[in-house]
């Protein structure tokens, strides 16, 4: 049996920004372990609990006072903070490490723009998402959050110039539904870009390209399997994103998060095996699973 990983597959550039970030800091202050994280770090267990072996630890806005003034140095993950967390950071004395992706400060940025010139500032996104309660902090929560075409249609109102954006990681196929369903209905309709452009009505979005470009290499990569692994963290966004690209591509895709989830009934006739991951998802794990189904293999044989 050939095990294969996708090549295409591992850490998108913006997580492993954040992730050097943290050894770096890690490093640095290891005599006095005070480096924390603002929530998980990344959307995937295993890479959560290697970091915390090297002294990451959790925590949340609400436990800032905890840790008030004491030297402590507190690290912002690559989906972002909203202001607030900014301000409760410098009330307590707390240094910050902003490893904030780039593409999700770009997006922030640009809400706030809009929101500035009195748009109605409307997200393709869930609701309660890292990435979007930083961009619903920047525009004081006045936005609409939806996920599905019923939802905008309900929820925006027809009669303002409206902007839509995309969480990062989010599917392009629902955003441009969504997108298709506003244009007859909003007079004034912009759909972002991020990049300052002269026409009225822009035709791209902002949702990551890191991985919605990969939607194609893996509906490819899962074709040519005979079964497939898809591993990622149950909470990933864009892992069930690309979850749904492999299934829809190969019926026999299996996702996991955990090697013990592997069912060895999975692979009875397969020749070619193969394994892909989210853009949260470590490449050293998917080699460990790869490793798992070879020696699964060699047992059957």
């Known amino acids: 049996m050939n095990v294969s990983i996708d090549k295409h597959s591992g850490f998108c550039w913006g997580v492993v920004r954040t992730v050097k970030i943290a050894e770096e800091s890690l490093e640095a202050t290891r005599a006095t372990r005070n480096v924390y994280v603002l929530g998980h770090i990344i959307h995937n ?18 436990e800032f006072p905890t840790i008030a003034n004491s030297g402590a140095k507190v690290l912002i993950r690559a989906h972002g903070e909203p202001p607030e967390t900014y301000r409760r950071a410098m009330e307590h004395g707390i240094e910050l ?52 075409v019923e939802e905008a249609l309900e929820q925006a109102d027809m009669s303002r110039k409206t902007v839509l954006f995309s969480q990062t990681t989010m599917d392009r196929a629902t955003f441009q539904a969504i997108r298709d369903a506003l244009e007859s209905r909003i007079k004034e309709l912009v759909v972002d870009t991020m990049e300052e452009m002269a026409t009225e009505f822009h035709a791209k979005d902002t949702i990551c390209g890191q991985v919605s470009g990969r939607e194609n290499l ?6 040519e ?14 892992g069930k994103v690309l979850y749904n690209v492999a299934k829809t591509a190969n019926p026999r895709t299996y996702f996991i998060e955990n090697i013990t989830e592997i069912e060895p009934e999975w692979f009875v006739g397969a020749e070619n ?17 790869r490793s798992f189904v070879e020696s699964l293999a060699v047992e059957q044989h």
């Open 273 to 289: 095996v193969g394994i892909s991951g989210a853009t949260s998802t470590p490449q050293w794990f998917m080699e460990e699973v």
């Open 97 to 148: 490490i902003d490893a904030t992706c780039p593409v999700v400060t770009k997006l922030q940025e640009r809400v706030r723009k809009f929101w500035d010139q009195d748009y109605q500032i409307l997200i393709f996104g869930k609701k309660n998402h890292a990435e979007v309660l930083g961009v619903r902090g920047v525009v004081r929560d006045e936005c609409i959050v939806v996920q599905t």
């Open 45 to 62: 267990p295993r890479e959560i609990e290697r970091l915390a072996s090297k002294g990451l630890k959790t925590i949340s806005v609400d």
């Open 218 to 223: 893996l509906a490819k990569f899962a074709a």
């Open 225 to 238: 399997q005979d079964v497939m692994l898809f591993v990622a963290g149950r909470t990933s966004s864009n």
